[in-house]
């Protein structure tokens, strides 16, 4: 969680710190796929590594005597394996979605970071289709994990009143206060960004600025460079 977390952190803040301080707004189109790549990945790995967490305090709580047997070592290595490949397969078309498309107007992102609908917005084509992928990747991950992670503390809470020993109550919310702290910690921020892309499959004007015909600029081709918009 600690290497996700500083990936998720080295991908982003260098640059918006160069931004505000030394007024470098400027990054080749291949430096943002890059850092929109890390971000996004760490992103989905880190959210897949704390319902793993929870997997954990699940078992050592509702199960305490087959904790040892559950969480071998041959377990831990393949849900690393398992979580890191799906997040990588996950993510990666977001780079692909974006490469296809032209750019010929502004290209002024709207963030201090490169994140995918970002990105794709001052796109001269329809990008639709990454609207649509943009929206479904945090249903398919961030959103079930919430969704998995609400379940199974429910079923850690119904075990815990059942308890018969205070102290023992005690002990095991202690455990998994610290946990559910570091949730709400990491969620709430990135509930904020993710609006503007539900606002543009609910906006019924969203044909208009997107769906524009890729043959009319045939001379558009990928920027070299993009700028950030203070």
Request: charged share 10%; net charge positive; aromatic share 12%.
């Amino acid at each position: 969680l600690a290497t996700t977390d500083l990936i998720l952190s080295t991908a982003g803040v260098p640059k918006t710190v160069s931004i505000f301080w030394l007024g470098a707004r400027e990054i080749t189109f291949p430096g943002c796929l890059t850092q929109m790549f890390f971000l996004h990945y760490s992103f989905v790995l880190d959210s897949a590594i704390l319902l793993a967490m929870v997997f954990d305090r699940y078992v050592a709580i509702c199960s305490p005597l087959r904790y040892t047997t559950i969480w071998t070592p041959k377990t831990i290595i393949k849900i690393v394996v398992g979580i890191s490949f799906r997040s990588f397969c996950i993510i990666l078309p977001d780079v692909f979605l974006l490469t296809r498309l032209p750019f010929c107007r502004t290209r002024i992102i709207p963030h201090t970071y490169c994140e995918h609908i970002g990105v794709a917005r001052p796109a001269y084509a329809d990008i639709s289709v990454n609207i649509w992928y943009g929206f479904c990747v945090p249903i398919m991950t961030v959103i079930s994990n919430v969704i998995l992670i609400a379940v199974s503390y429910t079923l850690i809470l119904c075990t815990v009143f059942h308890l018969p020993s205070q102290d023992a109550r005690q002990k095991a919310l202690g455990t998994c206060g610290s946990h559910v702290c570091v949730i709400l910690m990491f969620y709430t921020p990135a509930f904020f960004p993710s609006l503007p892309i539900t606002l543009d499959i609910m906006t019924p004007s969203l044909s208009h600025h997107v769906c524009q015909p890729l043959y009319t600029y045939p001379t558009c081709t990928q920027p070299r460079h993009l700028l950030y918009e203070n």
